[in-house]
C-alpha cells in the first residue's frame, strides 16, 4: 500500500491508494475512482480518427447480455464474459492468459467488471458471482484460498436474518478505498426482499469491515422514516446500492447512490419518508459512518432508482472553485452538491405533487426538483408528443387520453403514464466529466405505463403452479404468458421447447439476465410452477411463496411492466428516443443536445436522427472526442466534445450495451468495447472488440 501525506489545515491527513495509477491504464470501473470516464490519453484525435480500425477480437464463447467496461492494468486486460466468468488478456493482442470459472455450469447472471487491488507484490482481481465475492491472483487467475472461505465470501454476511434464503447477488464491481473493498448488491423488487445494507469486506481475508443500514434499526438516525415493525415483518427490503460507489481519497469519502425499497410501486407497508432508499449517501469510507446525506425521492413508488455512481467535478461559481458531487436521475434531472456538506450547489425547489388515489398508500406531498441544470429528457408527454409516423397514431392517442399523467403521480387502477420511463433519463452508464467543469450524458425517452391491482383480485380461483406463476412471473411475463418482448420480457407459452425441466428449475432459483432468481420458493411450489408451464397436470401444491407474499399493509400489487409502444415496438411518443447531451456545470446550461442513435426502418422512410434506447456510458479522452456505443443499431461512434458533431462511426459485431475503455500499450492507443447484444431484442454477442490508429 502506498501511502500519500497532504497537509491540510495545519493537521496530516493520511489516505491510501491502492497503487500508483498510470495515465496509461485504464484502471478502475469507469476509469478511476472519482468515475470521470475520462482518460489523459490523446494519441487518437479528431484528425486522424479516419485511421481507426479493428485491431483485434476476443471472442468469449459467452453470448449474451454482456455489460463489462474492461479494466486495463500495465498491459493486461480484465473483465468478465456474459457468464461471469473471469478472464485475462494481453491488452496489446488480444490473448488470452488465464480465464476462471466459478461453476461448472454457466449462468448469464450480468455483471459489469471486476476490481485490482495491489500492495506490494500482491494484485487481486476481486469480482461477483451469485451472492459470492471471490478473489483470485491477478497474475495466474487462481483462487486466492485465504480470502474468506477457501476463495470467496458471501454477500449475505452483514445483511442479517431477513437476508438469509431470499435472492441476491452483484452486477457492478466492488469500491476499494485502501484495504477495503464496499460492494453494490441487487435483490427482488418486490414484497419479501433482502434488505440493502451497504458491505465493506476486508480485501486480504474477506472479513466484514463494517456495515451500514440503509433501513436504519431502532435508534439509529432515519428510522423514524419508516414503520416500526420494518425489520421484523420481514416485506420491506432493497434501499440497496447496485449502480457502484465513487471515492473521493482526499476526504476518505465515499458517496454511495440508493435505489428504492421494495416493494417498488406500493408503500402501504413502508408508510414514511423512506430514508436511506432514493439518497446520495456520503460515508466515511474507513468507517462506513455517515456524513451526510441528500434524498433525492421521498417514498419512492415509482422504482426511480438512483442509476450510476456520481461524478466527482470541479466547477467555478460564483467567482471560486467548487468540489461537487453530481447525480444523475432516472427522472433525467442532474443534482449538484458540494462534497463536504451536501448543500446543493444550484437551487432546488421542493414541489408539491399529487397524493395517491389509493386509500392504503401515502405518498410524499413534496418532491426536490433542480432549477439548474435543466432535465435532459421531457418530464411530460403532451398529445402534441404523441409518434405521428406510428401506423398506430390513432390508436396511440386514444390510450393516451385514457392514462392518468403528470409529475410524480401515485400509480393506481388506472393506468399511469411514468416519464421519461423505468429505465432512464439517464441510466447505469453514466456521465463523462471534464476538468473544464463539462459534463457528457446519455439518456433515453420511453414512457412506461404503470398500473396496481387489489391482491385478493381474482386470486381464489388459482390453485398450485397457476397461482405460483401469477405471484411470481406474471409481473414481467403477463397472465396470459405472452410477455412483452419489445420491453425486454419474453413470451413463456414455447418454454417448454427451449428448457428442461432442470434448466427451467436452475434458471427460476439463480435467474439471468433482468430475471431475478427465487430461491426462496419452495420445492413443492418450484415442481408446480414448472408443471404450470409446461403444460403438464396439476399436483397442488398447498405452500405460498415468499416472492409477492402479501400482508394486510400489502392490499395492492404491480400489474405489470408496459412501455408506450406501437405494433412495430416503436415508442408512442415522437423521436428522439435516446439523446447525448452536454452540460456546462459551471452554469447549469446546456451546451448542446444530439440524438444518439438511429432506427433504419425511420431513416429509410425519411425521419432521420430518430435515437434509439441506449446502456451504457460515454467516456472522454484528453484529445476531445467522446466515444459511445449504447445504441440497439450496433454502432460505435465518436462525437467532437465542442458540439456533438459525429466525427466517426463503425459497425460492431452485436450492439454493445456497455460502456468502452482506452489505454495506451507499446505506444499505441486502443479503445476496446463489449459487444454482446441481446438487450432490447438484438441479436446476441461474444465479442470484445480493440480499435487502434492504422500504422
Known amino acids: 500500500m502506498r501511502l500519500l501525506a497532504i497537509l491540510i489545515a495545519g493537521h496530516f491527513l493520511v489516505y491510501a491508494c491502492t497503487r500508483k495509477q498510470n495515465p496509461k491504464d485504464w484502471p478502475e470501473y469507469l476509469g478511476g475512482p472519482e468515475r470521470s470516464h475520462f482518460s489523459a490519453l490523446d494519441q487518437i484525435t479528431k484528425e486522424n480518427i479516419k485511421d481507426l480500425e479493428v485491431a483485434w477480437v476476443y471472442n468469449s464463447g459467452d453470448s449474451g447480455v454482456w455489460q463489462c467496461n474492461p479494466i486495463v492494468i500495465d498491459g493486461t486486460l480484465y473483465s468478465l464474459t456474459a457468464a461471469s466468468e473471469a478472464f485475462a488478456l494481453e491488452a496489446a493482442t488480444g490473448k488470452e492468459k488465464w480465464r476462471f470459472a466459478p461453476s461448472e455450469k454457466k449462468n448469464f447472471l450480468k455483471n459489469r467488471g471486476v476490481a485490482f487491488w495491489q500492495k506490494d507484490d500482491d494484485k487481486r482481481i476481486l469480482f461477483s458471482y451469485d451472492e459470492w465475492l471471490y478473489a483470485l491472483n491477478a497474475e495466474t487467475g487462481e483462487v486466492i484460498r485465504t480470502f474468506g472461505e477457501d476463495g470467496k465470501v458471501s454477500l449475505r454476511t452483514g445483511l442479517g436474518e431477513n437476508g438469509k434464503g431470499k435472492y441476491l447477488m452483484s452486477r457492478t464491481p466492488g469500491t476499494i478505498f485502501e484495504d477495503l473493498i464496499i460492494m453494490p448488491t441487487v435483490m427482488m423488487e418486490e414484497a419479501g426482499a433482502a434488505p440493502g445494507f451497504l458491505q465493506a469486506f476486508h480485501v486480504k481475508t474477506g472479513e466484514l469491515a463494517w456495515v451500514f443500514h440503509t433501513i436504519p434499526r431502532k435508534g439509529e438516525f432515519g428510522a423514524d422514516t419508516w414503520p416500526e415493525d420494518v425489520h421484523t415483518k420481514g416485506v420491506v427490503g432493497a434501499a440497496n446500492n447496485w449502480t457502484g460507489m465513487t471515492v473521493d481519497y482526499k476526504r476518505g469519502m465515499i458517496y454511495v447512490p440508493t435505489g428504492s425499497a421494495a416493494p417498488d410501486f406500493f408503500g402501504g407497508s413502508r408508510k414514511g419518508q423512506n430514508l436511506f432508499a432514493n ?413 487502434k490508429l492504422k500504422k
Open 279 to 691: 439518497t446520495l449517501l456520503a460515508l466515511d469510507a474507513r468507517t462506513g459512518k455517515r456524513k451526510w446525506h441528500y434524498q433525492i425521492i421521498r417514498h419512492d413508488i415509482w422504482d426511480m432508482d438512483l442509476p450510476s455512481p456520481p461524478n466527482l467535478m470541479t466547477i467555478r461559481k460564483d467567482g471560486r472553485e467548487r468540489e461537487v458531487v453530481v447525480q444523475q436521475t432516472k427522472k433525467g434531472y442532474i443534482f449538484v452538491f458540494d462534497r463536504d456538506t451536501g448543500e446543493p450547489v444550484f437551487p432546488v425547489e421542493e414541489v408539491k405533487v399529487p397524493a395517491s388515489p389509493i386509500a392504503e398508500e401515502e405518498a410524499w406531498p413534496t418532491q426536490p426538483i433542480p432549477k439548474l441544470p435543466l432535465p435532459i429528457a421531457r418530464q411530460e408527454i403532451l398529445e402534441s408528443d404523441l409518434n405521428i409516423h406510428s401506423p398506430d397514431y390513432d390508436s396511440l392517442k386514444k390510450v393516451y387520453h385514457s392514462y392518468r399523467k403528470g409529475k410524480y403521480l401515485p400509480v393506481g387502477e388506472v393506468p399511469t403514464m411514468v416519464t421519461p420511463g423505468l429505465m432512464g433519463g439517464a441510466e447505469w452508464g453514466g456521465a463523462a466529466v471534464d476538468s473544464d467543469g463539462m459534463l457528457y450524458v446519455n439518456s433515453n425517452e420511453v414512457p412506461w405505463i404503470l398500473t396496481l391491482r387489489p391482491t385478493s383480485e381474482g386470486e381464489a380461483q388459482f390453485s398450485g403452479g397457476e397461482r405460483v406463476y401469477r405471484n411470481t412471473c406474471s409481473t414481467c411475463h403477463g397472465p396470459d404468458r405472452l410477455g412483452n418482448p419489445a420491453s425486454g420480457f419474453p413470451s413463456l407459452v414455447s418454454v417448454k421447447e427451449k428448457l428442461s425441466h432442470d434448466d427451467l428449475a436452475n434458471l427460476i432459483s439463480r435467474g439471468r439476465g433482468m430475471m431475478p432468481g427465487f430461491p426462496q420458493l419452495s420445492a413443492s411450489d418450484k415442481k408446480a410452477l414448472i408443471g404450470f408451464l409446461f403444460g403438464e397436470k396439476e399436483e397442488g401444491s398447498g405452500e405460498d411463496p415468499i416472492h409477492g407474499q402479501t400482508s394486510p399493509a400489502d392490499a395492492w400489487t404491480f400489474k405489470g411492466y408496459t412501455k408506450f409502444l406501437d405494433r412495430e415496438g416503436r415508442p408512442g411518443i415522437l423521436p428522439p428516443w435516446g439523446r447525448f447531451t452536454a452540460i456546462d456545470m459551471n452554469t447549469g446550461q446546456q451546451k448542446w443536445q444530439v440524438p444518439l442513435g438511429e432506427i433504419p426502418s425511420y431513416k429509410a422512410r425519411g425521419i432521420p436522427n430518430s435515437g434509439t434506447e441506449n446502456y451504457g456510458g460515454p467516456i472522454l479522452t484528453a484529445s476531445g472526442i467522446l466515444f459511445i456505443a449504447a445504441t440497439e443499431d450496433a454502432k460505435f461512434r465518436a462525437f467532437d466534445k465542442e458540439n456533438g458533431a459525429l466525427l466517426w462511426e463503425t459497425d460492431v459485431p452485436a450492439p454493445a450495451f456497455s460502456t468502452p475503455s482506452t489505454f495506451e500499450v507499446n505506444g499505441a492507443q486502443y479503445v476496446v468495447l463489449s459487444c454482446g447484444g441481446t438487450t432490447l431484442g438484438t441479436k446476441k454477442g461474444d465479442a470484445l472488440v480493440a480499435f
